[in-house]
């Protein structure tokens, strides 16, 4: 999970292990911990789509 900036910021953005896209930011997350994050509205990486990988999907 990609966290926002600054300390103690929610997660901004989820990716699956080994996106190009993830930053530094990035801390790895249990599937239940990003299937919570996907469902309380937090952002799905574009490029990767860990929703449709763990099939999760709007």
Do not use: F, Y
């Amino acid at each position: 999970m990609e966290g926002g900036i600054g300390v103690g910021r929610r997660p901004v953005r989820v990716h699956v292990g080994g996106c190009w896209d993830a930053s530094k930011r990035c801390h790895p997350a249990t599937q239940d911990q990003v299937r919570r994050a996907l469902a309380d509205g937090v952002l799905a990486c574009p490029h990767c789509r860990p929703d449709t990988a763990l099939g999760v999907l709007d």
